[in-house]
């Protein structure tokens, strides 16, 4: 297996990890893969489970942790399937599926996404989906359901967490786009991902494990929220994040 190009450096798989096999041998598939997320140990944990090409079919031939480094590297690679945050320094994932746009639409070999996020908010959901991704999974999902995943969005098909199908199926249901939130407006990816945790009641540390984050810079995202949100502490936030169905 050929080594992963990474814009800032290079990994490969670790030793020993126990990785999915797909149904039935990996030699009767394969799929050629980006990991974007701009937490590296998140995409090292990623490539051990996933990125043993023998015993899972998929080959991880890069890594990016901004938006930057995934246009670079997806241009460069051109693999079959990008597994993409939704958060990322540079733009989001969105903007991401903005500027590869003209490759997803190479009708001789598409580029496909599928969205891998802690995130299970209907407004990240919908806004990957209407950019273009072909699914959207959690990373709570198993080794063995993401190879899987990334095989079904290799052929065309869509494939989503569950409950999360229902808020594509929501929002493509109306032609109404969705009304403008200026609040929410204000805030960056990062401090809406720490405003939905606060809200659905996490510790500060929780959080700081969970977006692979210092418990400092929770309470920096907190304080940013309060400020721009005009609230002074994290019940009055809780009660306008349920307001507004972001929990």
Not at 215 to 225: F, I, L, N, W, Y
């Amino acid at each position: 297996m050929s080594e992963p190009t990474e814009a800032n450096g290079t990994t490969g798989p670790a030793q020993g990890a126990e990785s999915a096999e797909p149904a039935g041998g990996a030699g009767r598939r394969h799929a050629r893969v980006v990991l974007v997320d701009d937490h590296r140990m998140f995409r090292t944990g990623v490539q051990a489970e996933i990125g043993q090409t023998e015993q899972t079919g998929v080959e991880v031939v890069g890594e990016a942790a901004d938006v930057d480094q995934a246009v670079t590297v997806i241009t460069a690679t051109r693999p079959e399937v990008v597994l993409l945050d939704v958060h990322l320094p540079g733009g989001g994932g969105v903007e991401v599926l903005r500027r590869c746009a003209p490759l997803m639409g190479d009708t001789e070999r598409p580029v496909r996404f599928l969205a891998l996020s802690v995130s299970d908010a209907a407004e990240d959901v919908i806004g990957v989906i209407r950019g273009g991704a072909r699914g959207y999974v959690t990373k709570t999902i198993t080794g063995t359901d993401l190879v899987d995943s990334i095989f079904r969005v290799q052929e065309g098909d869509a494939v989503f967490s569950p409950r999360l199908a229902g808020f594509v199926l929501d929002a493509f249901a109306s032609t109404d786009a969705p009304p403008a939130d200026e609040d929410l407006d204000r805030l960056t990816q990062r401090e809406r991902e720490v405003l939905r945790l606060i809200a659905r009641g996490y510790a500060y540390k929780e959080i700081a494990k969970q977006l692979f984050i210092s418990v400092k810079t929770v309470e920096s995202h907190v304080s940013a929220v309060l400020r721009k949100l005009q609230l002074s502490n994290r019940h009055e936030l809780t009660r306008w994040a349920t307001a507004r169905r972001l929990v």
